[in-house]
């Protein structure tokens, strides 16, 4: 297929950006997005342009370092997809298919499709870790766990840190990320000597990093890749009003 990409380019954080129209032929509709880009990037290499600048990794949809927006969507059209598995079989001959950045406030530019995520470190830093003696691993069932419990905190566990909820948020919140990893923690038994202070700090350290306020309105969880529930944003608010009574 013959296709054209608006792509957002900025040459670095202090320079202004705009939208450069590309042209892509004879793309197979089995490539990926990210491989379609690296065909285009191979034909501006060529023609002694700067190639596009976007993060990737594993490109298996597991680290979440493909970041970038697509026709408007988080990752693009397909539900609990990362960029990295997106094909071009979603896409039609002739599409004009437009690639920006993670827009936020807490993810500034740093090139091209590349965003600062830094503040999601801080967020982990301030208080996603538990207590644990040192020494050898304990047997696996030393602990029981309910199956419930375990069941709630895997699911909460996949987060991958993408930042797609950001992305999508009209108020650039971070609050699924947040409730993700606070309760994927706070649900299992090795995460309650913590489970007060982290809830505390975890979200101080949101508002510092600039992220929004969390109005419900649910995007986040529609463009996340890995589904992660809106319910997980009520339980943290319940943990944090507990933690504020405990503290006093």
């Known amino acids: 297929m013959d296709i054209k990409v608006r792509v957002w380019r900025q040459p670095s954080a202090d320079e202004a950006g705009k939208m450069v129209t590309y042209g892509v032929k004879d793309i197979s509709p089995d490539a990926s997005f990210l491989e379609m ?14 190639p596009i600048a976007f993060d990737h990794d594993c490109r298996e949809g597991i680290c979440g ?9 988080a990752h693009g059209p397909e539900k609990a997809t990362t960029t990295c598995q997106l094909h071009m079989r979603h896409f039609s001959d002739g599409d004009v ?3 920006e950045p993670w827009r936020a406030a807490a993810f500034p530019v740093i090139k091209d ?4 995520r830094t503040a999601f470190d801080k967020i982990i830093q301030a208080g996603g870790y538990i207590t644990a003696p040192t020494g050898t691993a304990p047997d ?6 309910p199956k419930k419990d375990a069941d709630l905190a895997f699911e ?7 930042g ?3 992305a999508a948020c009209p108020n650039g919140s971070s609050m699924l990320f947040t409730a993700a990893k606070v309760a994927h923690l706070g649900l299992m038994p090795q995460g309650q000597p913590e489970r007060d202070t982290r809830v505390i700090d975890m979200l101080q350290a949101q508002d510092d990093a600039g992220f929004g306020g969390c109005t419900n309105m649910g995007e986040c969880s529609q463009v996340c890749p890995k589904g992660i ?4 944003i009520g339980r943290l608010n319940s943990d944090y009003r507990k933690a504020l009574r405990n503290s006093n």
């Open 65 to 73: 370092a493909c970041s970038m927006v697509i026709d408007g969507v």
């Open 97 to 99: 298919i437009d690639v």
């Open 140 to 145: 696996a069932h030393a602990t029981p766990v």
């Open 37 to 50: 880009l690296d065909v285009l990037n191979e034909s501006l290499i060529l023609e002694g342009d700067d």
């Open 229 to 232: 529930p809106l319910h997980l």
């Open 156 to 162: 909460a566990a996949t987060c991958i840190g993408c």
């Open 113 to 116: 499709l590349v965003v600062d």
């Open 164 to 166: 797609a909820c950001v």
